[in-house]
């Protein structure tokens, strides 16, 4: 490090620890000169200097709210990541939003769901100001949501952290694909390892919705399918009593909530909201309550529509239609290996049962791993039995194995369609003689 080792005292003076987390602190400050309007100011330090990484994110969090010019998003007031390819501990200084984050807030406030829809929609508004310049936000969270004065009208959106910026595409020190993106409060399949949808506009408006649920609910969506009965958030128990227990709330009013989360909670980011003014018209919608007689006709088809969107769960079938497909294909490409290329005298087919190929799916993440098919050798003493790892992330399917102990991507195809399957085969006679060659050598 340099000699000085806290660069920050030069300007400011901290009077208060407000937050730490795995990435940094953050300190209450105020100004020691004049050279900043008198107020209080947030600082962030981080919490590895040496982390280049971490240092490369911090640049990147100030280059974002340089950018910005928002009242739903704090201003940057200084900093030093000009620096960050030096050995300066780094730190950026923004504006203070007094307030508590909407996670502490609704511990002690409770509020209606109009109320919970009015703050999602004033959340859209910012997010729709970001997306418009090419940033997308990627931790959207009740802990990255500050009520200014604790005025549930005022919602800031903070912590850009991890954000992506379109000018950085080319950028080398972005988060690489093969790191896990998300949070406890939501993880979502496109923010998955190996997604090629990790910087995804649309997963952000996902988010919002999962806010939305939060604060009608109470509870984190955790995932968009639970591992029990692969039930969407809104679907789960607690959830739908706490919709019902809502007083006063006419049928109508909870058949277009439901309506929303519906398609806010697909797998596949395709069949979800797709733009921010498609989804504030939804919401918008709800608030026309519907009393008169004439509207009970449309009350009754919205919860006919409801049940039926809520009961297909088109995705799960979509998965498991694909994944049986494709370990079919596994087993039909090894036997034709061993039946037209080796000599089937001395390799053999080793194959699961059919009842045992997909064993227990993973709902919440819409994955399976398995061994499926092997082959044996009679001058070895070992089988070559790979484990595949099949999983759904956002609107693909994706299959690997791995090697000599190296990770290998056999398909990559849309959940929703059909893979080319002349080329997976070859793909998989490739990776099963490599398999045999392998064992058989050493």
């Known amino acids: 490090m340099t000699k000085n080792s806290k660069p920050w005292e030069e300007n400011w003076k901290i009077i208060d620890n407000i937050s730490g987390g795995g990435q940094g602190q953050t300190y209450l400050v105020e100004l020691k000169n004049n050279s900043f309007p008198a107020n209080k100011y947030v600082l962030k330090k981080l919490n590895k200097q040496n982390d280049d990484e971490r240092r490369s994110r911090m640049r990147r969090e100030v280059v974002v709210l340089e950018t910005l010019n928002c009242p739903g998003i704090p201003k940057l007031i200084d900093s030093n990541v000009e620096l960050f390819k030096s050995n300066t501990p780094l730190y950026m200084v923004t504006e203070f939003i007094p307030g508590d984050t909407l996670y502490d807030f609704l511990k002690t406030e409770v509020i209606n769901i109009f109320t919970g829809v009015s703050l999602t929609i004033k959340l859209l508004d910012t997010l729709k100001y970001c997306h418009k310049i090419g940033i997308v936000h990627r931790d959207i969270k009740p802990d990255?949501?500050?009520?200014k004065n604790n005025d549930i009208s005022t919602p800031v959106l903070i912590d850009f952290g991890i954000s992506f910026n379109k000018v950085d595409e080319s950028a080398t020190d972005l988060t690489p694909t093969w790191q896990q993106l998300g949070n406890r409060f939501f993880q979502l399949p496109e923010l998955g390892e190996k997604s090629s949808l990790q910087r995804d506009h649309r997963s952000d408006i996902t988010k919002i919705c999962g806010i939305l649920f939060f604060t009608i609910t109470g509870k984190f969506p955790l995932y968009l399918l639970d591992s029990e009965n692969g039930n969407k958030p809104h679907?789960?128990?607690?959830?739908?009593?706490?919709?019902?227990?809502?007083?006063?709330?006419?049928?109508?009013?909870?058949?277009?909530?439901?309506r929303v989360f519906d398609k806010a909670f697909?797998?596949?980011?395709?069949?979800?909201?797709?733009?921010?003014?498609?989804?504030m018209d939804a919401l918008i919608d709800i608030f026309e309550l519907e009393n008169s007689e004439g509207n009970k006709a449309e009350?009754?088809?919205?919860?006919?529509?409801?049940?039926?969107?809520?009961?297909?769960?088109?995705?799960?079938?979509?998965?498991?239609?694909?994944?049986?497909?494709?370990?079919?294909?596994?087993?039909?490409?090894?036997?034709?290996?061993?039946?037209e290329d080796l000599d089937s005298n001395y390799f053999h087919v080793c194959a699961r049962g059919a009842s045992e190929r997909l064993g227990i799916i993973d709902w919440a993440n819409l994955k399976f791993s398995q061994q499926v098919t092997g082959i044996s050798c009679e001058f070895s003493n070992e089988d070559f039995f790979p484990e595949f790892q099949g999983f759904a992330t956002g609107n693909e399917f994706v299959l690997v194995s791995s090697i000599k102990g190296k990770e290998v991507e056999l398909l990559r195809t849309s959940l929703s369609g059909e893979p080319d399957f002349t080329d997976f085969a070859q793909c998989l006679r490739k990776f099963y003689a490599e398999g045999v060659e392998s064992i058989i050598s050493k």
């Open 266 to 279: 697909e797998i596949k980011i395709d069949s979800r909201w797709q733009s921010i003014p498609a989804l």
């Open 144 to 147: 990255n949501i500050i009520i």
């Open 235 to 258: 679907q789960r128990e607690e959830a739908k009593q706490k919709l019902s227990a809502s007083p006063n709330l006419p049928e109508s009013i909870v058949s277009k909530i439901n």
């Open 299 to 339: 009350t009754f088809l919205e919860k006919i529509k409801n049940k039926l969107s809520s009961d297909s769960n088109i995705e799960k079938k979509l998965f498991r239609k694909l994944a049986e497909k494709v370990i079919e294909q596994i087993s039909q490409a090894v036997r034709s290996l061993v039946y």
